[in-house]
């Protein structure tokens, strides 16, 4: 009776000591798992949203849960600038923004922002996957950023609820809302509108009390933002291409292991080419749709497009005298190749 219970003691006490040492690994590995927070204002169902859900699932894969993504889109964890903040303080890793919010820190950024330079986007990412976007890396790195890439926001389109916009004397007087961009605003300005710089989470309220006219954006993020609801007129102006940065605090990520930042670099290079092509394909359908809802969309002729390109031609000048001619100089080469 005593031996079996001291082979019982026993074999208790080795699942014990099993039991324990597994838990004592857990813990380690716990130890050495490393969980970031990465903050965006795009809606859920926006484009770049859904590819963040995949950069999320391929880098916990790669890293076999080593590195852990808490994505927080919506304005969940606040505003743009606010984001853009907090990347740059490190209390959240990195942000998917429009690089017009981190064009203030980076003046250079406005240099890809100038307007009526790119007819399509195929020319606008051969532009921004080249020369030019390696020196506005090195720029961002400057101020302690790390470019993980560049996803499409895509072309932007002005609406309002005041009248159609079928000649260049229509943009004027509009209250249009515009991202916090330099070279956005004196565009705007050269057409005769009134531009307004506004946090997007402010828009739709500032439309609907009638504060805005208009605003401006890709037709996705028009829809998504159900801007619709609130404006009456919609164009095809195309006046800028716009970017999605993925900005990372840079000493965070220089702090990973080599394998987590070849991990990290693999796993956004893949959601952002699958970004650019949902991108693409929602671009004429989020317009369809939105005309569908009950807007009223007139076509900027190309007669129009020419007066408003001639127009603001004066801002590529304004925006020499203040970066400089070198990186102007660099995106208008690489545009026309």
Sequence with gaps: MKKGVTKMRKYLYGLGATVAAVAMLGMVTAAHAEKVRIAGNFPG????????????????????????????????????????????????FATWISIAFLSRTVPELEAVSLPFVFANRDQAFRVMDGKVGELLDKKLADKGYTSLGYMELGSRNVTNSVRPLKTLEDFKNLKVRLQPNETHIATFRAIGANPVSMDIKEVYSALQQGVLDGQENPYSIIETRRFDEVQKYLSDSGHFFDFIIIAANKRKFEGFKPEVKDAVRAAMAKAISWQRKKAADEDIAARDTLIK??????????????????????????????IGSDMIDAVMAEAQK
Excluded: C, Y
Aim: avoid cysteine.
């Design 293 to 322: 809802r009950g807007m009223q969309f007139d076509a900027i002729s190309p007669e129009v497009r020419a007066q408003l390109t001639k127009a603001t031609s004066d801002v590529v000048g304004g925006l020499r005298k203040k």
């Design 45 to 92: 169902d926006h484009s770049s949203s859904q590819a963040m859900k995949i950069f999320k699932e391929e880098v916990e894969k790669a890293t076999k849960g080593e590195l852990t993504v808490d994505l927080f889109p919506d304005m969940q964890l606040g505003g743009a600038q606010e984001n853009i903040d907090q990347v740059r303080s490190g209390t959240v």
